[in-house]
């Protein structure tokens, strides 16, 4: 079955570090897409992706980076970690083309920053 | 900019009672409209989606949601809650020829069922 995993679920990481988080599909989608979850402010978008090579800025972007080299992955990259950036980070794709498209989440992956 | 507020960050039934979930998008254009539900330590689930064919929509679970343009609403209920239900429901929009697939999303509702 297609599917959408993240790697790893749980980090624990120090100030200052960088960071990266895998998001890999197995549905061939267009879309990808990142969002950090945090109590109180819901899923916020941080980088998307319309396809190989296309990357956008989403509404909390600063600190983050994402690189689009295939279809099925799309990382995320903390550059220098900070105490803010603990949350909980989901990837989502969808097959693109259509407003009407579902986004299908990955299990998301938690992140410490100590 | 579009927006969707959801009434109420945690709402309790008691099982077999109705569940009522409020969402209300701000848009002068009305756009597409989803519900999604998160099982604890779980990534989110769709739960239903409005795409402008029947103002009423149904999803799984039991669940339904009904279009109204003139309150713009997209509220979530099930006739009979079950414990199973605990979870947290976020309700989501996208505009309609709008980005290709950025959604955005409410700050969630926490509904406990109890026994």
């Known amino acids: 079955d297609a599917e959408i995993t993240q790697s790893p679920r749980h980090k624990i990481t120090e100030t200052g570090r960088q960071v990266t988080l895998a998001c890999h599909q197995t549905?061939?989608?267009?879309?990808m897409f990142w969002y950090r979850q945090d109590l109180g402010h819901g899923l916020r978008l941080i980088h998307y992706?319309?396809?190989?090579?296309?990357?956008n800025k989403g509404e909390v972007s600063d600190g983050y980076s994402v690189s689009r080299s295939n279809t099925e992955d799309l990382p995320l990259t903390l550059e220098s970690a900070a105490s803010s950036q603990t949350s909980v980070y989901f990837c989502?794709?969808?097959?693109?083309?259509?407003?009407?498209?579902?986004?299908?989440f990955g299990p998301g992956t938690r992140l410490t920053v100590l | 900019a579009q927006s969707v507020t959801q009434l109420g960050s945690h709402v309790s039934v008691s099982e077999g009672a109705l569940v009522l979930l409020r969402c209300n998008y701000s848009?002068?254009?009305?756009?597409?409209l989803f519900w999604y539900v998160q099982y604890p330590n779980q990534g989110l689930q769709l739960l239903l989606k409005?795409?402008?064919?029947?103002?009423l929509v149904k999803g799984i679970n039991g669940f339904e949601a009904e279009f109204k343009k003139s309150e713009t609403s997209f509220h979530l209920t099930k006739p009979s809650a079950h414990m199973s239900d605990a979870a947290e429901y976020f309700c989501?929009?996208?505009?309609?020829?709008?980005?290709?697939?950025?959604?955005?999303f409410g700050k969630g509702t926490k509904l406990s069922v109890k026994p």
């Open positions: 989502a794709s969808s097959a693109g083309g259509a407003s009407t498209d579902t986004q299908y």
């Open positions: 848009s002068s254009v009305p756009p597409y």
């Open positions: 409005y795409t402008s064919a029947a103002t």
């Open positions: 992706s319309y396809g190989v090579q296309d990357t």
């Open positions: 549905w061939n989608h267009n879309n």
């Open positions: 989501a929009v996208r505009m309609y020829g709008g980005s290709q697939g950025n959604l955005i």
